[in-house]
């Protein structure tokens, strides 16, 4: 009988110690620290300020007394704050609807004959594209002077060719210069949404489109019955960046218009409406200044954020 010779039994091995790395979090905060020191820096700091203000009495630049919510009650409730601030909102909310209904619609339009199109079609978007690169101040200067009732192109051209009745001060009318300014708006901020559209467009299957055909859909039944509710993403995240744009709107209408919103106060929003206020001489620059800043910012974030809720329950995704 051969016998086998005994063995000690293995020790167990010490786990081996892994090498303190840093996490991932660390290691990317070259990247992400500077956009978060930015977004803090211009952003937060100043929105927090903003609240901080708007909660105090404040005499020129020398802050008094903690009055809580009684610059709100007074920006809602006394002349002339509460009747300006109606008058602007009023303003901003036809502005947006406006912007609405001829910017993205126009849009729309463009993108899918563009997304139709054999030959030129890179042509088109960047054509349509360019104004979106001007600056709105210079947007707005080339503007005034185009509508100039005096010497500019339009008028002119419309008396040319027999429109007469047509050329009037397009920015000298309380019933024109709103209008107008969208116009001009629409046709400078055509070529984003458009963009966005063509790329929805563009992530639709063909072979969605040629069963359809198949079956014997017409082009509007292609488009309204496939392409547009395959839209739903693009057509929420315009409408959302839309409707942000416009209530934020500044620029354009003060080059066109200036700060007092005129001509009698029909283009007057918002965003005009606060620089009087904020910028002003009067003793409650400062403390209603921030008052309205803040009641604008959480109209456009609680609204923003209430249609984007209410919008992403009803989206459907196709296979």
Known sequence: MVT?????????????????????????????????ALYTLFIVWPLANAIL????????LRRGAFVGLDNF??????????VDL???????????????I??????????????????????????????????TVLVGFLWSLILNPLFGPLNKALKLIGLDALAQPWLGQPETALPTIVVVNA?????????????????????????????????????????????????????VMTFIGNFNAFELIFVMAGSDGSPAGSTD???????????????????????????TFGFIAGLSALFLRIARRGTVIYD
């Open 53 to 60: 203000y708007s909660l105090f009495d404040w005499e020129g």
């Open 187 to 239: 046709w400078a901020w055509l070529g984003f949404p458009m963009m966005l559209f063509l790329a929805n467009l563009g992530s639709i299957p063909a072979s969605y489109l040629e069963a359809a055909r198949l079956d014997g859909a017409n082009a509007w039944q292609v488009f309204s019955r496939i392409e547009l509710p395959l839209l739903r993403p693009s057509l929420i995240i315009v409408s």
């Open 73 to 82: 009650v007074r920006l809602f409730r006394d002349a002339p704050w509460n």
């Open 269 to 295: 929003v918002l965003g005009t409406y606060f620089y009087r206020t904020a910028f002003g001489t009067g003793p409650d620059a400062i403390q209603m200044g921030s008052t309205l800043a803040v009641v």
């Open 102 to 135: 001829l910017q993205n619609s126009v849009a729309l339009g463009f993108a899918v004959i563009i997304s139709k199109l054999k030959v030129g079609g890179r042509f088109f978007q960047n054509l349509f594209f360019m104004p979106h690169l001007l600056a």
């Open 86 to 100: 109606w008058d602007a909102f009023r303003h901003n909310v036809w502005f947006f609807v406006l912007t609405m």
């Open 4 to 36: 086998k010779p005994a063995t000690t039994p293995r020790r167990p091995r010490a786990p081996r110690r892994k090498a303190n790395r840093p996490s991932s979090f660390v290691r990317l905060a070259p990247f992400w620290l500077p956009a978060f």
